[in-house]
């Protein structure tokens, strides 16, 4: 699918105009112009990663390409997911991205898969693409989209981010390595934050999303050198790029079938095993507390769990800040026991896991407590909408 009969391509009067700077680089010229009008390409997901590098896809002259998401735009998307725009907020972010995408590059045929991607409909979305980018955010996707690459020999250009840092390579390609020669076993559910709880530097988005878009360019016109067997791991505080080499695993597991990649990650079991400690602890709404606020008591003790910056953006009134990461380490155990002198506890976080979890350690220590159902976002909605959401 890399080698399309070049001579039935032909390139618009439009085209030469809008391609000028690619078709007087020697490495691109007509025959590589004509190679990205060929070619189809799929991204996987169009937030932080899919926003830039579909743009840029497009602005190259990719004849084609599939998206894949079912989500739709939220305010909180805009600070980096550059793709959407205000007014596409509440609406399917592939919409959003098709209209976008077409005010580049109105001649791009744009395929949309407003589903969310599984076993079932892998090889099926995949197998009309020549290449396959990876924008997701969790680790059953990234496992399946790999092993779909692998079982239709589809490059597949990875990229992840978090924080400030981010890391990109390109897996299946002419005999390189794949994902799981770079994980072999998925780490633990909950051991990895994910953006929404530990945050992203928006540019970094960027800069990584279009690192795969580079990538993508450069295997479709068959030029210089990609990053297959090669990790780079970029940070942005230190605007620092590192280099890793990966090399195929000669005993890995051979790829036969796509799996149940939510049970291969433990997902099921540690979701029943956080479904069985929240039935073990009780909850109330935020309602319920704005009325024993309101009431005067003097009895209980409000503890917020999130971490201080979080505390800063927004807090309850009469909160007191004992972030989880203590809680885990032990200190906070001891420092909550000495709060409470005979007190009852209520603790809430951003939206009820992570207070959820702390409850679970105190109930450990002997410290039973209530835990404020939906967080401080639920307060925000529901009681103080000058609260701010994040």
């Not at 070619?39 to 002259?61: K, Q, R």
């Not at 906070?332 to 603790?347: D, F, T, Y």
């Amino acid at each position: 699918m890399l080698n399309p009969n070049l001579d039935e391509i032909q390139l618009t009067k439009d085209d030469y105009e809008r391609y000028s700077r690619h078709l007087i680089l020697p490495e691109v010229g007509l025959e590589g112009q004509k190679r990205l009008k060929a070619a189809a390409v799929l991204c996987i997901g169009t937030g932080g990663l899919g926003s830039p590098l579909l743009l840029y896809l497009a602005a190259a002259g990719i004849g084609r390409i599939g998206i894949v998401d079912f989500d739709v735009v939220d305010h909180s998307n805009l600070q980096r997911q550059v793709i959407h725009g205000t007014s596409w907020v509440g609406k399917p972010k592939i919409e959003s991205a098709k209209n976008r995408i077409h005010e580049i590059n109105p001649d791009c045929q744009v395929d949309l898969y407003e589903t969310r991607i599984s076993s079932e409909n892998a090889l099926d979305i995949l197998k009309p693409y020549d290449v396959v980018v990876d924008g997701t955010d969790n680790f059953p996707t990234r496992y399946l989209v790999n092993d779909a690459c692998v079982l239709l020999d589809k490059p597949n250009v990875y990229g992840s981010i978090f924080r400030f840092e981010g890391q990109a390579t390109v897996f299946n390609y002419e005999g390189g390595p794949n994902y799981r020669d770079l994980y072999p076993e998925p780490p633990p559910p909950g051991m990895v934050p994910s953006c929404a709880e530990g945050g992203v530097l928006g540019v970094l988005c960027g800069i990584i999303g279009t690192i795969q878009a580079t990538e993508t360019v450069k295997i479709i016109i068959g030029q210089g050198r990609t990053l297959s067997g090669r990790l780079m791991l970029y940070n942005a505080l230190d605007m620092s790029f590192r280099e890793l080499k990966l090399r195929p695993n000669p005993v890995r597991p051979v790829i036969e079938k796509l799996i149940d990649y939510e049970q291969f990650c433990g997902i099921p079991q540690a979701k029943a095993q956080e479904a069985q400690q929240q039935m073990d602890i009780p909850e109330m709404t935020v309602k319920d507390l704005k009325q024993l606020i309101d009431s005067g008591a003097e009895d209980f003790v409000l503890l917020d769990v999130r971490n201080p910056h979080e505390y800063e953006i927004a807090k309850i009134p009469g909160s007191i800040l004992v972030p989880l990461s203590e809680i885990e380490n032990g200190p906070g155990v001891e420092k909550v026991k000495e709060m409470l002198n005979g007190h009852r506890l209520i603790a809430h976080c951003k939206m009820g896991g992570r207070s959820a979890k702390a409850l679970g350690i105190l109930k450990q220590a002997g410290i039973e407590g209530t835990n404020v159902k939906g967080g401080i976002n639920a307060w925000s909605k529901e009681v103080d909408s000058s609260v701010p959401t994040y």
